[in-house]
């Protein structure tokens, strides 16, 4: 088994629980973790959760200075939480936009 991390924003609407946990049966349940970001949509920006890599990627960093300690230095890594382990729970999909589920 490969070591995987999958990685999303909560209410990412592009990548809902089911399609992340997913990734599971790839990596094998024990090579496998599932990271999820809360909060990630900035009150004077415009994006969606999607991005929150470039827009808000503070626990992201924070998250990734476990392994890459050089990755939680900077402006964006300053205070705040370092997201939450899943799975989640399923939710219904989004009025029929549902992603494909691997």
């Not at 809902?16 to 024990?30: K, N």
């Not at 920006?45 to 990755?71: C, K, M, Q």
């Not at 230095?73 to 029929?96: F, K």
């Amino acid at each position: 088994p490969m070591p995987l991390c999958a990685l999303s924003a909560r209410g990412d609407a592009r990548c809902p629980p089911q399609q992340l946990t997913a990734w599971g049966r790839v990596a094998g349940s024990e090579a496998f973790g599932e990271r999820w970001f809360e909060d990630v949509l900035l009150s004077d920006g415009w994006a969606t959760e999607h991005r929150y890599v470039i827009d808000n990627p503070g626990a992201l960093l924070r998250f990734l200075s476990a392994d890459v300690p050089l990755a939680g230095h900077g402006d964006y890594a300053r205070g705040g939480g370092s997201g939450i382990d899943g799975p989640l729970p399923a939710e219904e999909p989004d009025n029929g936009r549902g992603s494909a589920v691997l």
